[in-house]
Nanobody
């Protein structure tokens, strides 16, 4: 499984960004997908997950401002981030599970290379 993130960048607080994660080597529709983020010196944390049936969950700082969704035809998962804050500055990673039927976790996931989001 290869995952490639894009869409990060530098924005001012209050603005929005849409991150994209495209997959190759597998059909993403089969998997629960997730977005994580990591700040230097801190543990990577889950931000949002989306099930195979489209059911989405937000976690931690993603609640209320971030929305995960998927386009199975494009084999791509997205995360729309609104009302960005400086504390959202982090490297954002797309993740797919190692075991089909599970959502990706810190200990069991395929990772993309990450896309940097900087909010000032």
């Amino acid at each position: 499984v290869q995952l490639v993130e894009s869409g990060g960048g530098s924005v001012q607080a209050g603005n929005s960004l849409r991150l994209s994660c495209s997959a190759s080597g597998t059909k993403m529709v089969r998997y629960c997908m997730a977005w994580f983020r990591q700040v230097p010196g801190k543990e990577r944390e889950v931000v949002a997950t989306i099930d195979t049936d489209g059911g989405a969950n937000n976690y931690n700082s993603g609640k209320g401002r971030f929305a995960i969704f998927r386009d199975n035809a494009k084999n791509t998962v997205y995360m729309e981030m609104k009302h960005l804050k400086p504390e959202d500055t982090a490297m954002y990673y797309c993740a797919a599970p190692v075991l089909m039927g599970n959502c990706p976790t810190l200990d069991s996931a395929y990772w993309g290379q990450g896309t940097q989001v900087t909010v000032s």
